[in-house]
């Protein structure tokens, strides 16, 4: 009876040990050993994310010349003022826009200047002098009876940063306060133009806030624009659908050379071009021309336009080694049948350009070659084409594709040409301060949208690649609003590009899709058959010796009683 006993006492003992064994050393370096890797993030600055509070600083310094103060308001000169705007867009969202405005007189240089014969060459000469900070703004007052400007213009916006207004401020009487105050108002105009509106800000926010808080026409430009990106692909294809009939010749490389490359070398702070060509034979429309016996000749209208770009794109062909958007430009030659074609808008008007774009997509134009040749020709026709006239349609189109709005100036505004490098600096200026916003904007929105994946499926392993690479987008976004408030735009555009770039690369992680979706019940189907025939013989082993002990002490007190 004592041996039976010593030996359950034993078994007891043994059912214990087990269960101690299992519970103190066994299920910790289990957990241990199976735990999903996290490494630490930033989670409290990725939420503040959620919150955007931009304020975009811009400098103006307006230059009085000879003529536009008295003595006596000269004296007063340098001064400066300061001018804020604030904008609650959402609950989110709020802006400030800081604008200060430094008064001084104009050096004798710059009087020098201001007396050349033409506002061309007077620009030209003030960008010689000294060149403005990027995203700054500089108006040269100049008197009303300056014959700089021709009698009908008010105010001239030249090719860098740099605007002549003509303003009658000489009032012996008056003080420079007043003279100051009636001279702010016109300085805010060429500012306006000259500088970022809040609808353009607004726009670049389009995919963060309500669209009706956007202008149309704001809206229809940020909608036409390319989304913002590291880089982009540019090609242009001509599309020869008939070569026995026509042998075209296109030097698309010198047409890149002087037409397109002075601008993408231009935008180079925004991003980085790659541009390629090709000729594309026996390629198509999607779209049978119609004949119009009133004007002899084949047409397209606009119902049909949007017909026209899925065929042709199927013969493209992409860049598999790149991940940028591609801008595509197409020149097409209709062939001998379907000669002259022309396009036409939804009035049944012809197209000037006889081109026309598909936002976010590129442009095609319609090339007529059939008055280069008379029916007495022998096919194939040699045909060269004219590169200055399809180059000016292109860029057009690539300056909307690229976000370049087209500014609308106020009545006694004249806008100088940008000239051989197609952009102008203000309109550089101004599409830096809406991609910046938007860089800004769409790298908070993916860093906040990762924040919360992470923080709702616990089992997502987080790499310190991942990590680093969050870190350094939340390090990027808070120098970017630094920069924009100290008013610094190429730095601010430099952080934002890198902070888009950072967060992109942490959110589409390839290690982060490995335990994405990974359900409880795939858990219990992987641990239940390792773990319950180990659990079934302890627990019931520690039930026995609860029960043991539960009619021990029933025993005692039966004894007792």
């Given at each position: 009876m004592?041996?039976?006993?010593?030996?359950?006492?034993?078994g007891?003992?043994a059912a214990?040990?087990?269960?101690?064994v299992?519970?103190?050393l066994?299920?910790p370096?289990w957990?241990?050993?199976?735990e999903?890797?996290?490494?630490?993030?930033?989670?409290?600055?990725m939420?503040?994310?959620d919150?955007?509070?931009l304020q975009?600083?811009?400098?103006v310094e307006?230059?009085?010349?000879?003529?536009?103060l008295?003595?006596?308001?000269?004296?007063?000169?340098?001064?400066?003022?300061?001018?804020?705007q604030?904008?609650?867009?959402d609950?989110k969202t709020l802006?400030?826009?800081?604008?200060?405005t430094?008064?001084?007189?104009?050096t004798?240089m710059?009087?020098d200047?201001?007396?050349?014969?033409?506002?061309?060459?007077?620009?030209?000469s003030?960008?010689?002098l000294?060149?403005?900070a990027?995203?700054?703004?500089?108006?040269?007052?100049?008197?009303e009876t300056?014959?700089?400007?021709?009698?009908?213009v008010?105010?001239y916006?030249?090719?860098?940063?740099?605007a002549l207004?003509?303003?009658?401020?000489?009032?012996?009487?008056a003080g420079?306060k007043?003279?100051?105050?009636?001279?702010?108002?016109q300085?805010?105009?060429?500012?306006?133009t000259m500088s970022?509106?809040?609808?353009?800000i607004?726009?670049a926010?389009?995919?963060r806030?309500?669209?009706?808080?956007?202008?149309?026409?704001s809206?229809?430009?940020s909608?036409?624009?390319i989304k913002s990106?590291?880089?982009?692909?540019?090609?242009f294809?001509l599309?020869?659908?008939?070569?026995?009939s026509?042998?075209?010749h296109?030097?698309i490389?010198g047409?890149?050379?002087?037409?397109?490359?002075?601008?993408?070398?231009?935008l180079?702070?925004?991003?980085?071009?790659?541009?390629?060509?090709?000729?594309?034979?026996?390629?198509?429309l999607?779209v049978?021309?119609?004949?119009?016996?009133?004007?002899?000749?084949y047409?397209l209208n606009?119902?049909?336009l949007a017909?026209?770009i899925?065929?042709?794109?199927?013969?493209?062909?992409?860049?598999?080694?790149?991940?940028?958007?591609?801008?595509?430009?197409?020149?097409?030659v209709?062939?001998?049948?379907?000669?002259?074609?022309?396009i036409?808008?939804h009035s049944?008007r012809?197209i000037p350009?006889n081109?026309?774009?598909s936002?976010r997509w590129g442009g095609i134009?319609?090339?007529n070659?059939n008055?280069m040749?008379g029916?007495?020709a022998?096919?194939?026709v040699?045909?060269n084409?004219n590169?200055?006239k399809?180059?000016?349609?292109f860029?057009?189109q690539?300056?909307?594709?690229?976000?370049?709005?087209?500014?609308?100036?106020p009545?006694g505004?004249?806008l100088?040409?940008?000239?051989?490098e197609?952009?102008?600096?203000?309109e550089?200026?101004?599409?830096?301060?809406s991609?910046s916003v938007?860089?800004?904007?769409?790298a908070s929105?993916?860093i906040?949208s990762?924040?919360q994946?992470?923080?709702q499926?616990?089992?997502?392993?987080?790499?310190?690649n991942?990590a680093?690479?969050?870190?350094?987008?939340?390090t990027?976004?808070?120098?970017?609003?630094a920069e924009?408030?100290?008013?610094?735009?190429?730095f601010?555009?430099q952080?934002?590009?890198?902070?888009i770039?950072?967060?992109?690369r942490a959110f589409f992680?390839?290690s982060l899709l490995?335990?994405?979706?990974?359900?409880?019940d795939?858990k219990?189907?992987?641990?239940?058959?390792?773990?319950?025939?180990m659990?079934?013989p302890?627990v019931l082993?520690?039930?026995k010796?609860?029960?043991?002990?539960?009619?021990r002490?029933?025993?005692?007190?039966?004894k007792?009683?």
């Amino acid at each position: 009876m004592a041996a039976i006993e010593t030996e359950k006492q034993r078994g007891r003992y043994a059912a214990l040990a087990i269960a101690a064994v299992v519970i103190v050393l066994g299920i910790p370096l289990w957990w241990k050993t199976t735990e999903t890797y996290r490494a630490w993030l930033p989670f409290s600055q990725m939420s503040e994310l959620d919150s955007l509070q931009l304020q975009l600083s811009v400098e103006v310094e307006v230059v009085l010349s000879r003529g536009t103060l008295s003595p006596e308001q000269q004296k007063k000169v340098p001064l400066s003022q300061t001018r804020e705007q604030e904008h609650q867009v959402d609950a989110k969202t709020l802006l400030r826009y800081r604008y200060e405005t430094k008064y001084r007189t104009a050096t004798i240089m710059e009087e020098d200047a201001l007396n050349q014969p033409s506002a061309e060459e007077a620009d030209l000469s003030l960008h010689m002098l000294s060149e403005s900070a990027c995203g700054s703004v500089v108006v040269y007052i100049i008197p009303e009876t300056s014959t700089l400007l021709p009698a009908d213009v008010k105010v001239y916006v030249g090719q860098r940063r740099t605007a002549l207004l003509r303003a009658a401020l000489f009032e012996g009487t008056a003080g420079l306060k007043e003279v100051l105050s009636t001279l702010e108002p016109q300085v805010k105009q060429v500012v306006d133009t000259m500088s970022f509106s809040h609808q353009d800000i607004l726009a670049a926010l389009s995919d963060r806030i309500r669209v009706g808080q956007v202008s149309k026409e704001s809206l229809a430009d940020s909608m036409r624009a390319i989304k913002s990106s590291p880089g982009y692909e540019i090609t242009f294809s001509l599309l020869n659908p008939d070569p026995k009939s026509h042998s075209l010749h296109w030097d698309i490389e010198g047409a890149v050379n002087s037409y397109i490359q002075p601008l993408l070398d231009k935008l180079n702070p925004i991003a980085n071009f790659s541009v390629d060509s090709q000729i594309l034979y026996y390629a198509v429309l999607g779209v049978n021309p119609r004949f119009d016996n009133s004007v002899s000749a084949y047409t397209l209208n606009a119902d049909s336009l949007a017909h026209v770009i899925n065929p042709v794109e199927a013969r493209l062909g992409s860049n598999a080694a790149s991940s940028n958007p591609v801008l595509n430009f197409l020149l097409y030659v209709p062939d001998a049948q379907h000669s002259p074609l022309f396009i036409r808008d939804h009035s049944k008007r012809e197209i000037p350009s006889n081109a026309f774009h598909s936002p976010r997509w590129g442009g095609i134009m319609v090339y007529n070659v059939n008055d280069m040749y008379g029916p007495e020709a022998e096919f194939p026709v040699d045909i060269n084409i004219n590169m200055s006239k399809v180059m000016g349609v292109f860029l057009a189109q690539l300056r909307l594709m690229l976000g370049v709005q087209k500014t609308q100036p106020p009545p006694g505004f004249v806008l100088q040409s940008a000239g051989s490098e197609g952009l102008a600096d203000w309109e550089l200026d101004r599409l830096m301060w809406s991609r910046s916003v938007e860089n800004i904007a769409t790298a908070s929105t993916t860093i906040t949208s990762l924040a919360q994946l992470l923080d709702q499926i616990s089992n997502i392993v987080i790499n310190d690649n991942i990590a680093q690479q969050v870190s350094s987008a939340v390090t990027s976004l808070q120098a970017a609003v630094a920069e924009l408030e100290a008013g610094n735009l190429a730095f601010a555009l430099q952080y934002s590009r890198e902070a888009i770039l950072a967060s992109e690369r942490a959110f589409f992680d390839p290690s982060l899709l490995h335990l994405l979706y990974f359900p409880d019940d795939q858990k219990f189907a992987i641990y239940i058959p390792l773990f319950l025939p180990m659990c079934v013989p302890i627990v019931l082993s520690l039930l026995k010796i609860a029960n043991e002990i539960r009619q021990r002490r029933a025993d005692k007190l039966a004894k007792k009683d």
